[in-house]
């Protein structure tokens, strides 16, 4: 599984480190420490990216940027069927979902939880796993 530093979940989140630390301290979302670091889980993160979301986040005059149309974030759910995928991202306030093939994602080694960058291309979404 997949872990993040408050830093690092403070990114995907598109808010500062303080605010990410704010968040954990009031219980929205769990850490744990490992050495003097706090951790967040992939999933537990995941699940916190869609609720932040879905709240419309904290300042929705914030910038949000992504340079060559690429959108970084974190996995949130993977639906596979036979030959076909559904992979969704959350990419600060943006969800991005993309379908592709089954072997494309095993290939990728795709997991709710980790982070992936989204890259779009007029109707085209291809996921690079980062």
Not at 32 to 37: D, F, I, L, M
Request: glycine share 10%.
């Amino acid at each position: 599984m997949e872990t993040y530093t408050i830093g690092q979940a403070a990114r995907l989140l598109g808010v500062s480190s303080d605010t990410a630390r704010r968040w954990a301290d009031a219980g929205r979302f769990p850490t744990r420490r490992e050495g003097t670091r706090r951790i967040v889980d992939g999933p537990d993160l995941a699940a916190f990216c869609v609720q932040v979301a879905q709240e419309g986040g904290e300042d929705e005059d914030a910038p949000y940027t992504s340079a060559r149309n690429a959108f970084p974030g974190i996995v949130t759910a993977i639906k596979l069927g036979s030959v076909g995928a559904q992979v969704e991202i959350q990419a600060g306030p943006h969800r991005v979902v993309s379908l592709l093939t089954r072997e494309a994602v095993e290939e990728l080694g795709l997991a709710v939880g980790m982070r992936a960058t989204a890259r779009v291309k007029s109707t085209s979404v291809f996921v690079d796993r980062t």
